[in-house]
Nanobody, 119 residues
């Protein structure tokens, strides 16, 4: 059963903007943290941005100032606003959440959305 569905990936020119969306199909109030990761072909998946219960955010150094993560509990959505995009931002972006369970946490991944930055 799919828990997370990403959308918003596209081809954009350098300097452009995109907003990625993640539809969360489980209770937002059961989540300890939500985040966006990205992965290029042949490379490890890396954290881009995260937001924890309480609203504290964390960003990779490479995207600080340019990217903003946010959540909308009423709509069950997590967003990643990306500004001043660079060719090196070209990767598949994945939504990830950690859900509180009786024995700790359980993580879920979406299937990814492709972002391509090129002129």
């Amino acid at each position: 059963q799919v828990k997370l569905v990403e959308s918003g990936g596209a081809l954009v020119q350098p300097g452009g903007s995109l907003r990625l969306s993640c539809e969360v199909r489980i209770s937002m109030y059961s989540l300890n943290s939500m985040g966006w990761y990205r992965q290029a072909l042949g490379k490890e998946r890396e954290l881009v941005a995260s937001i924890v219960d309480g609203g504290v955010t964390n960003y990779a150094d490479s995207v600080k100032v340019r990217f903003t993560i946010s959540r909308d509990n009423a709509k069950n959505m997590v967003y990643l606003k990306m500004n001043s995009l660079k060719p090196e931002d070209t990767e598949v972006y994945y939504c990830h959440v950690e859900q509180k369970v009786d024995w700790g946490e359980k993580g879920y991944w979406g299937r990814g959305t492709q972002v391509a930055v090129s002129s």
